[in-house]
């Protein structure tokens, strides 16, 4: 019999082939859960796949655009198809910006707006189709930058604020179904996106790790546990609650 935390869950994991989701999904199926990753890079998430089956667990994958609503639909339904069902899903997926707003270009505002907002709004749009009838727990990955304002990041901090707001209004919505929907939100993780960052602006980073009260920057297994428990049963009395992954820094 499988045990753990998601024993028997099936879990959606979008952006799942680097940094947080690719060890959101090791967390997730070492916790019991059949886990279907979603992102871009085939070969990325064919390499994670066989990296968890060759541990023994239940992993499958399927690659698309999150920012494109067909290929949304499409995370879903290799789900469904290769699971028979959708217990949980975690929205992960997203890109970095840089520069002052008003130095902003136009086509990058409307790729991170398309990723990063639209992107979350897509898979809530799939997943809750899917959840009607039988319930189910969405975790949406914001960030601390959801909460204030930062320089020299673009419209990052928008749309992470956005998050958040699809993310309230979706548990409303779908409260009643038996849907839980909450976000968290992780401060400085090291990460790819973490490390494009130092490289463009070491000093910051650096400034922004030594004002966390626990003196570090998180893991991308922190942030995966904290998701694993608001996807898990133990949430069951959890929804629209934004969760902070971040040492404390915004405490
Ligand atoms: P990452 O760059 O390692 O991973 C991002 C994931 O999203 C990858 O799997 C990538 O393939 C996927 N992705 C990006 N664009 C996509 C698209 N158009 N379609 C499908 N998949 C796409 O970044 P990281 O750091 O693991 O970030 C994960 C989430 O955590 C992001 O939403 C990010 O904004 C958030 N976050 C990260 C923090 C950090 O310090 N690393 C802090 C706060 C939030």
């Not at 409307?110 to 907002?117: G, L, P, T």
């Not at 490289?199 to 570090?216: G, Y």
């Not at 922190?222 to 934004?242: I, M």
Request: hydrophobic letters at 45%; a negative charge.
């Amino acid at each position: 019999m499988t045990t753990g935390l998601l024993a028997g869950k099936v879990v959606l994991v979008v952006g799942g082939s680097t940094g947080i989701g690719a060890d959101a999904a090791r967390v997730f199926a070492e916790e019991g859960a059949s886990v279907m990753l979603a992102a871009r890079s085939k070969d990325a998430l064919a390499a994670l796949t066989d990296e968890l089956t060759g541990a023994g667990r239940d992993v499958a994958h399927t690659a698309g655009d999150v920012s494109v609503g067909a290929d949304v639909a499409g995370f879903v339904d290799a789900t469904l198809a290769r699971f028979g069902r959708l217990d949980g899903a975690f929205n992960n997926a997203g890109i970095n910006g840089q520069g002052r707003l008003d130095d902003v270009s136009e086509d990058d505002f409307d790729r991170i707006m398309a990723v990063n907002v639209k992107g979350t709004w897509l898979c809530l749009r799939e997943e809750i189709r899917a959840m009607r009838e039988s319930g189910g727990s969405i975790v949406n990955t914001s960030s601390i930058g959801g909460f204030r304002g930062n320089t020299g990041l673009g419209a990052y901090q928008a749309t992470k604020h956005a998050v958040i707001g699809l993310t309230r209004t979706a548990a409303h919505d779908n409260g009643p179904l038996g849907i839980r929907v909450n976000v968290v939100a992780p401060g400085p993780t090291e990460t790819p996106m973490l490390t494009h960052w130092r490289q463009n602006d070491p000093a910051a980073v650096e400034r922004r790790i030594a004002a966390v009260p626990l003196r570090k920057a998180g893991t991308t297994t922190e942030v995966a546990n904290a998701a694993a428990w608001l996807l898990s049963d133990r949430a069951s009395q959890v929804t629209g609650v934004v969760l902070p992954v971040d040492g404390g820094l915004t405490a």
